[in-house]
Structures are given as C-alpha cells and as structure tokens.
C-alpha cells in the first residue's frame, strides 16, 4: 500500500540537468490523489531536508535553495511524482527521498543517489 519507488538519479556534471520520478504503483488511486508528495533530501553528515512538495490540488512548495531551478509535478492517473532537476550544483549531491503523506501516516522510498561533479 505504502510502497515509493524513486528512479532516475545518477551522476551529472555541474549545469546539467536529472527527473527524478516516484512510483506509488501499490497506492491505491483514491488514497494517492489526496496524498502530499514531497521530495527530500539527505546529504552525508547532514540531516534530511524537505526539497518540494506538491499539495493535492497541485499547490507547490520549493526550499529557498533549489527554487528557480527544481519543478515539482504529480501524475495521479499514473501515481507518479516527478522532479525536475535544472542547473544541478554540486551542493544538490544527497540522496532523494520520495515522501507520501496522508491522514498522519506518510511513506518513504528507499531513495535514489543524485552526484553532481564540479
């Protein structure tokens, strides 16, 4: 029910760009389309920190550092979550977590590696 499963990361030189994606394939329709989708991050020694995040009816939120840069995008027919990933920096180095949350429980995905080379 609670499965995420992020795809896409991997290694890219300062500049260049990644789409992360997030599949929720085991959530049900009507318990994904009310969920919040966010993306979050965990760089080493760091703790984990909120990236974006996409509300139900498709309200968006960004942290400070990566707004301009990263979109954020929901695919309820499919029980996707995207995030687009522009003019990545070498402090964008971190896993990415996919994060589903609803009713006060919330899922998290095992994460994808996103490395950007200076």
């Known amino acids: 029910q609670g499965q995420l499963v992020e795809s896409g990361g991997g290694l890219v030189q300062a500049g260049g760009s990644l789409r992360l994606s997030c599949a929720a394939s085991?959530?049900?329709?009507?318990?994904?389309?009310?969920?919040?989708m966010a993306w979050y991050r965990q760089a080493p020694g760091q703790e984990r920190e909120l990236v974006a995040s996409i509300a139900p009816g498709g309200s968006t939120d960004y942290a400070e550092s990566v707004k301009g840069r990263f979109t954020i995008s929901r695919d309820n027919a499919s029980k996707r979550v995207y995030l687009q990933m522009n003019d990545l920096a070498p402090e964008d180095t971190a896993v990415y977590y996919c994060y589903r949350h609803l009713g006060g429980q919330t899922y998290w995905g095992q994460g994808t590696q996103v490395t950007v080379s200076s």
């Open positions: 085991r959530t049900i329709t009507s318990v994904f389309n009310p969920s919040i």
